[in-house]
Antibody, heavy 118, light 112 residues
Framework: QVQLQQWGAGLLKPSETLSLTCAVY????????WSWVRQTPGKGLEWIGE???????NYNPSLKSRVTISVDTSKNQFSLKVWSVTAADTAVYYC????????????WGQGTTVTVSS | DVVMTQTPLSLSVTPGQSASISCKSS???????????FYWYLQKAGQPPQLLIY???NRFSGVPDRFSGSGSGTDFTLKISRVEAEDVGVYYC?????????FGQGTKLEIK
């Protein structure tokens, strides 16, 4: 059974870079969709981006200019960076993995609360 | 972006009674491959969302058969028969026919 464990800085100042990492235990990257989703009280759940089954990285256009998703297969980890954060980036961030073909798996990380405040 | 609109935003149900949640999308979620890219999630307090239903009506592994999904095109419904205390939480619909994947605003289910 795949498990995800995520970590990263929880308190940032405006203009800093948000950096989160998600470690994958009990599985590999092949064939699944590896995503980042964030949740705010105001906007609800927002899909940030993903690494799809073929390794293509897709981003939410609303964030694309400030977001980078990357994968390190040697460490079984994938990461999220959000550049030049503002208070609007304050949210709970989740990493997820889903099998969107056969629906054998849908796993979410525990969530990381990120607060942007001066 | 595809806009997902849920109704109601909250509902209170007596245990043992049924509950229905509606989700409407701003465009059809039926793909040319014949699949409908629509999902229901449940988020319990203090937990991440969990997948309940995929492809309109298919229950994910371990989801009780009290949960059922229906609909087509742009109109979808989640029905919970015989609501139990463990069903409390916020229910979200989601589409993935078009990126970015988008979620409904959530429906909070409470027990009377």
């Amino acid at each position: 059974q795949v498990q995800l464990q995520q970590w990263g800085a929880g308190l940032l100042k405006p203009s800093e870079t948000l950096s989160l990492t998600c470690a994958v235990y009990g599985g590999s990257f092949s064939g699944y969709y590896w995503s980042w989703v964030r949740q705010t009280p105001g906007k609800g759940l927002e899909w940030i981006g993903e690494i799809n089954h073929s390794g293509t990285i897709n981003y939410n256009p609303s964030l694309k200019s400030r977001v980078t998703i990357s994968v390190d297969t040697s460490k079984n980890q994938f990461s999220l960076k959000v550049w030049s954060v503002t208070a609007a980036d304050t949210a709970v961030y989740y990493c997820t993995v889903t099998d969107f073909f056969y629906y054998t798996m849908d796993v979410w990380g525990q969530g990381t609360t990120v607060t942007v405040s001066s | 972006d595809v806009v997902m609109t849920q109704t109601p935003l909250s509902l209170s149900v007596t245990p043992g009674q049924s509950a229905s949640i509606s989700c409407k999308s701003s465009q059809s979620l039926l793909h040319s491959d014949g699949k409908t890219y629509f999902y229901w999630y449940l988020q319990k307090a203090g937990q991440p969302p969990q997948l309940l239903i995929y492809g309109i009506s298919n229950r994910f592994s371990g989801v009780p058969d009290r949960f059922s999904g229906s609909g087509s095109g742009t109109d979808f419904t989640l029905k919970i028969s015989r609501v139990e205390a463990e069903d409390v939480g916020v229910y979200y619909c989601m589409q993935s026919i078009q990126l970015p994947r988008t979620f409904g605003q959530g429906t909070k289910l409470e027990i009377k």
